[in-house]
């Protein structure tokens, strides 16, 4: 079993910056992928941003340019820095991971965490 413990969320105004974290702990080898998924109310969840444990990154079109994924391997945890926010990235933003056990890959998602930006 992994958990996932997310933070930073809360409430912006338009054009200020945010900086979520997810912590992964419990029977983890190797975290292969890290991702932020968001979900609005009434809307599917879309992906966000990833990285791979080399570090390469990708994001959503909506988010490029103002949005950075990092992750700190030795602690399992995944960043996700928020600038430029708009009120339409309001959503509650869920941490995702691929996890290695030693045996088999499992995906994990978080909670979540709200995003509200409004002035």
């Known amino acids: 079993q992994v958990q996932l413990v997310e933070s930073g969320g809360g409430l912006v105004q338009p054009g200020g910056s945010l900086r979520l974290s997810c912590a992964a702990s419990?029977?983890?080898?190797?975290?292969?992928?890290m991702a932020w998924y968001r979900q609005a109310p009434g809307e599917q969840r879309e992906f966000v941003a990833g990285?791979?444990?080399?570090?390469?990154?990708n994001y959503a079109d909506s988010v490029k340019g103002r949005f950075t994924i990092s992750r700190d391997n030795a602690k399992n945890t995944v960043y996700l820095q928020m600038n430029s926010l708009k009120p339409e990235d309001t959503a509650v933003y869920i941490c995702?991971?691929?996890?290695?056990?030693?045996?088999?890959?499992?995906?994990?998602y978080g909670q979540g965490t709200q995003v509200t930006v409004s002035s």
């Open positions: 995702n991971v691929l996890v290695y056990d030693g045996s088999r890959t499992f995906n994990y």
């Open positions: 990285v791979f444990n080399e570090g390469i990154t």
């Open positions: 419990g029977n983890i080898v190797i975290v292969n992928h």
